[in-house]
């Protein structure tokens, strides 16, 4: 892993920001705020998004373009039920969901702490949800119990506005948590942006970053693929990436067994089944339906590493052996391979550990190369960057490091460089 004191000297100006507070919430905050706490007062409590009207429009949304406010309010943002002095605003926006359908989602809008020109990074909090109890637009102020990664992104977030960037923070996932599904996560960032610009009245020209890592990587990477054709408009500078999802049928077998891991399994059919409908019923072994059943409303920290050992064959009943026979579940999955949906008109950065000669241990690094190598064949400048011998969770310290430079240089206009060769 790239040292704290090495990765700072590699970094200017607000770019070390983020990487500053990330590691002061990463190390301090999970383990107890001690006085920091003493003087900090718990946010006023709030409904899960699940039971909390502000979700729901009121009325029809199909008349509205995409990216529009429906309704808005001020809230607390804070951390581990401690409130900040801060504030954020959360706005309920039209989007589009994985079918065409109009949909509605929340995001959570962060003002910088100096004003400045207006800059505004789309960072997609990989919250990898089943259960509303883990939005983002829930967590982010202060209500809930995020995890370690929470913790640390919120650390990044925190950053960025020291450094003067205005945040979105969109729950991507939509209404019913559709976790990894590709185009309307991508349709939620670049809507939740959208809505960001004109809640704000900012110029319809203000350069856009788009960043995420693992489930955040989802809403990113579609986002630049689709934002072409779907938000033309938008001035988007860059894209970061970091493990990536690329094609779920290469997860799966890569996970199954894990000790770590393998708990996503049926939380990729949770979430498959409400984005596709699929008959589950008809394929799942009874273990299979119990462990569906069990992670259904559950954040990844309470199901990921929980099943230790769990291989694909046990959710399926006789005469299937894996996941990957079922014709409609290879279809979804087919549905949602990165690289499929269109072109990056921006400066991507894609990154990826390896831990194994495979991947970092969910994700496989020969896919996030070869998405890169793809893009770069198309004319897209892409960095790829590969962090050896480094597990998924341990790449989430240096692609920030990356990330905030990467982002800082666009935003600055400085040319970008690729390496196609070394992806």
Do not use: K
């Not at 008349?63 to 801060?86: H, W």
């Not at 959570?108 to 100096?114: A, E, G, K």
């Not at 506005?161 to 996932?173: F, I, K, Q, R, S």
């Not at 072409?228 to 988007?236: D, G, H, M, R, S």
């Amino acid at each position: 892993m790239v040292g704290t004191s090495t990765a700072i000297r590699q970094m200017r100006g607000g770019a070390a920001c983020a990487l500053i507070l990330f590691l002061l919430v990463f190390a301090g905050v999970g383990a107890g705020a001690g006085a920091a706490g003493a003087q900090s007062a718990a946010p006023p409590p709030v409904p899960l998004p699940s039971a909390d009207p502000f979700y729901t429009p009121d009325g029809p949304i199909a008349d509205l373009a995409p990216g529009t406010v429906i309704e808005s309010r001020t809230m607390t943002y804070g951390s581990l039920e401690l409130a900040t002095p801060l504030t954020s605003t959360q706005v309920l926006y039209r989007t589009t969901d994985q079918a065409g359908a109009p949909s509605a989602t929340v995001a959570t809008i962060l003002r910088p702490l100096v004003p400045g020109p207006p800059r505004v990074i789309s960072y997609h909090m990989a919250y990898d949800a089943l259960g509303s109890e883990c939005d983002p637009s829930y967590t982010l102020t202060g209500n809930g119990a995020p995890g370690r990664a929470a913790i640390a992104e919120q650390g990044v977030i925190g950053g960025y506005l020291a450094a003067g960037y205005t945040v979105v923070v969109p729950d991507y996932e939509g209404p019913d948590l559709e976790w990894t599904i590709g185009r309307q996560s991508g349709y939620a960032a670049l809507d939740g942006v959208r809505a960001t610009i004109d809640h704000l009245g900012l110029p319809a020209s203000t350069p856009v970053g788009l960043a995420g890592y693992s489930g955040g990587s989802v809403p990113t990477q579609w986002g630049a693929e689709v934002a072409p054709t779907y938000a033309p408009e938008l001035n988007i500078v860059g894209a970061a990436a970091g493990g990536l999802p690329v094609n779920i049928a290469h997860n799966l077998p890569y996970v199954s067994g894990s000790a770590t891991w393998a708990g996503v399994i049926p939380a990729l059919v949770v979430a498959y089944q409400r984005a596709y409908a699929i008959d589950t019923d008809s394929f799942l072994s009874d273990y299979g339906r119990q462990l569906v059943e069990t992670v259904s409303s559950q954040c990844i920290d309470a199901f990921a590493a929980d099943y230790p050992g769990l291989t694909d064959a046990q959710m399926v009943r006789a005469p299937y052996t894996s996941l990957l026979d079922i014709p409609a579940v290879v279809s979804a999955i087919g549905d949602n391979v990165m690289g499929t949906a269109g072109t990056p008109r921006v400066p991507m950065l894609l990154a990826v550990g390896d831990v194994d000669g495979i991947g970092d241990s969910v994700m496989v690094t020969a896919d996030v190369a070869g998405l890169a190598y793809e893009y770069c064949t198309r004319g897209v400048a892409v960095t790829y960057a590969q962090y050896g011998g480094l597990a998924h969770s341990e790449a989430f310290a240096p692609f920030q490091v990356q990330t905030a430079q990467f982002l800082s240089d666009r935003f600055a206009g400085v040319a970008p460089t690729t390496n196609c060769q070394g992806a």
